[in-house]
């Protein structure tokens, strides 16, 4: 029986039944308030987390690099959203995948882009499925939904009769910024009325809008009403992490992905010891920080039990080196629970990050023995 204590470190673990659990509660509130559940696996980029995050749902899956279409196709899922803002050179790509079979929908947000895809549609002679990208308040991609461009873009698309206005679509990514539960409903809501007043000013000009898709895992946990939408897009919710338990998605033991790390040395010196996860093994964001103050890069476990060792965190990086330090500066590090050559579990703070530097999962089912391996797919 191959267990965590077997593992190369640093490795990438995930928990199988965190995984169902969270992936069933988003598929419940999605069906209890009637929307689709168009998952986004840009975080997971796997085909067993996919086919769990899809259970009992319409089998749509969100994407955020060609390369994860192809793989999901090849995969056996043909409903695929590239919610990205498209670039001329990837219109041959959803092409390609099309040809095999798959209904891929692609994003914009100008009047120039939706030109350039009429152009391709009709020289290619297949249909393409195009999203206008709304911006709720994040200040990323999209248009107001006032802007008068947003009528403009549905025209130039329907210059072309092999362009199909798919509808509207945002990302509520100013949710991850918001401070309480209060203000992460406000955010949802405002990426909901923004959505919905742009698919009501494309209707009433004669444009068809069947899709009103809105997505953000903490938009999608918190919110309390969909009123208006179609489909919801949420990703992170699959795994969660120390960032989401700060803006209070979830709790910190929802989260299931860890990187299995060791202990590589200490300097008591200046009150910290070292992991052999550093920047490479466990990303440099630090949003978690901000949404959990104190909690830096990640928080440290217990290897077999999970357990949390309360106060410590990675509290700098270098390439390969992480630096374990104290919440509270004037806490003594608890050097007698990691020693030398101990193996510990990190909670990552951003774990769409965190996956991406990993071409497997060390999947377990809440204990410590390895059950499977699943593969995932990077690149571009």
């Avoid at 911006?135 to 008068?148: C, L, N, S, V």
Wanted: charged share 25%.
């Amino acid at each position: 029986m191959t267990t965590l204590f077997d593992l190369p470190t640093p490795s990438l673990v995930l928990d199988r039944s965190r995984l169902e659990r969270n992936c069933r509660r988003m598929a419940e509130k999605a069906a209890r308030h009637g929307v689709d559940l168009r998952p986004h696996l840009k975080t997971a980029k796997c085909a067993e987390v996919a086919r769990i995050a899809t259970r009992g749902c319409f089998g749509g899956v969100t994407v955020s690099t060609l390369r994860e279409a192809e793989y999901f196709v090849e995969h056996g899922f043909r409903d695929v959203t590239y919610a990205v803002g498209i670039a001329p050179n990837k219109f041959a790509g959803v092409a390609a995948l099309q040809r095999r079979g798959a209904i891929v929908s692609i994003l914009l947000d100008s009047v120039a882009m939706a030109l350039e895809a009429a152009r391709f549609a009709d020289a290619d002679g297949q249909t393409l499925r195009v999203f206008i990208e709304i911006d709720p308040g994040y200040h990323r991609a999209g248009i107001q939904p006032a802007d008068p461009a947003l009528l403009e873009i549905a025209r130039a698309l329907a210059s072309s009769a092999k362009v199909e206005l798919r509808g509207v679509l945002a990302h509520g990514g100013h949710s991850y910024a918001a401070k309480g539960i209060k203000a992460v409903r406000a955010a949802a809501e405002e990426e909901r009325a923004s959505l919905v007043h742009a698919a009501e000013r494309l209707r009433a000009a004669g444009f068809a809008c069947p899709v009103v898709s809105g997505g953000s895992t903490p938009g999608a946990c918190l919110a309390e009403k969909f009123e208006g939408l179609t489909e919801i897009r949420p990703g992170n919710y699959t795994f969660f992490d120390v960032m989401q338990a700060g803006i209070g998605a979830c709790l910190l033991d929802d989260i299931a992905v860890f990187v299995a790390a060791s202990v590589i040395g200490h300097k008591p010196e200046f009150n910290r010891a070292l992991i052999d996860a550093g920047a490479l093994a466990l990303s440099k964001d630090f949003g978690a920080d901000d949404a959990m103050p104190g909690a830096g890069y990640g928080l440290i476990c217990e290897l077999e039990s999970g357990a949390r060792i309360e106060g410590v965190r990675v509290g700098n990086m270098s390439q390969e080196h992480g630096w374990l330090s104290m919440m509270d500066e004037h806490a003594a590090f608890p050097y007698e629970r990691l020693p030398i050559g101990a193996m510990v579990r990190v909670l990552p703070g951003h774990s769409c990050l965190t996956a991406a530097a990993y071409d497997r999962y060390y999947v377990i089912d809440g204990g410590v023995e390895i059950v499977d391996e699943w593969e995932r797919v990077n690149g571009w």
